[in-house]
């Protein structure tokens, strides 16, 4: 079993910063896909970010230059970095590994609030 622990969130202002982390305990390397998501309350779960197949990066419009997802195979490690927060980001983000059919894996999900 694939265990995936984040870490990062807490309580911020609007146009602060943020950056999450989800530790995996397999390797990332050869991934088909290393993606956070995030639900808001009375939401559907989203996409954020995520590394397809090691290289290739996507971003939801509404977060595109403002987040930058990235990966730490040595650390086995995905991070979210989340600079000029706006309340609209706030939400439980999840993080979430697929090795291919039958390897899907979520972490807790940790939460982000952005308020003044």
């Known amino acids: 079993q694939v265990q995936l622990v984040e870490s990062g969130g807490g309580l911020v202002q609007p146009g602060g910063s943020l950056r999450l982390s989800c530790a995996v305990s397999?390797?990332?390397?050869?991934?088909?896909?290393l993606n956070w998501y995030r639900q808001a309350p009375g939401k559907e779960r989203e996409l954020v970010a995520g590394i397809i197949r090691g290289r290739i990066t996507n971003y939801a419009d509404s977060v595109k230059g403002r987040f930058t997802i990235s990966s730490d195979n040595a650390k086995n490690t995905v991070y979210l970095q989340m600079n000029s927060l706006k309340p609209e980001d706030t939400a439980i983000y999840y993080c979430?590994?697929?090795?291919?059919?039958?390897?899907?894996?979520w972490g807790q999900g940790t939460q982000v609030t952005v308020s003044s």
């Open positions: 979430n590994v697929n090795y291919g059919p039958g390897g899907d894996y």
């Open positions: 397999r390797t990332i390397f050869a991934t088909n896909g």
